[in-house]
């Protein structure tokens, strides 16, 4: 039939929508958009990677990545990193119940000072986070406000006091570290040697003593009970504040 029929009217074709002269403000897009950040969820992933691994893999950008958000979203909840582990130590030591503290005040003295050894050696990670500076948990300032008012109770002056709480602070933090460093290297023995294998019969002219115990250092330096140490400490520091007056 070609030639014949006739020619039909072409089809008309749809009208074409115009796009919308509207446009997304930026930032508003709902495809891709970091989801909203759960401050508990980044404290409890902050806390997470220093107990995994340590401080120093901590940053605001690892803990937004964890958590599907970018960085910048973290700092609408916390200043900087320090402000972050400070949040980290948050509730650490309320986790703890406080112990039953005797009356008299020197006893109170030590036993507040055992109780944060205890604490703090169950929780090896906090002294990374201490170490840096003046970082704590507010929840740990009653044992603080013990040691302190425990002295002054004793007859120290208030500087006194202060420095008794930071000498004590100084054994606490101390034998912790090095027990902790110990831990690791019987974990990982050294192929070299260190102290006190370092010392051999030839330093037995200059380091008489030391070339003596040496074989038992270990020993010794293991035999002791923290109870006895710190009550020594504390013993010492109460003599030396109230002879001075």
Known sequence: MAGTEKKQAPAKRAPIKKASAKKQAPGKRSVGRPRRLDPDAMVATARRIVEEEGVDALSMRRVAKELGSTPMALYHYVQDKDELLMLTLSGTAAA????????????????????????????PWVLDILALGELTDRNALWMVEEIVDSAITCGLSPAQAVRAYRT???????????????????????????????VTEEDAA?????????????AYAADYEVVDELDAIVQGLID?????G
């Open 168 to 198: 004590i602070w100084s054994y606490v933090y101390g034998d912790l570290i090095f027990r902790r460093a110990a831990e690791r290297r019987a974990d990982n023995p050294p192929n070299r040697r260190w102290f006190p294998e370092m």
């Open 240 to 244: 030396r504040g109230t002879a001075t």
């Open 206 to 218: 200059t380091l008489p003593r030391l070339t003596a115990i040496k074989d038992d250092w270990r």
């Open 96 to 123: 703890f119940p406080r112990p039953h503290l005797p009356e008299d005040p020197r006893e109170r003295l030590l036993a507040v000072a055992v109780h944060m050894h205890d604490i703090l050696s169950r929780m």
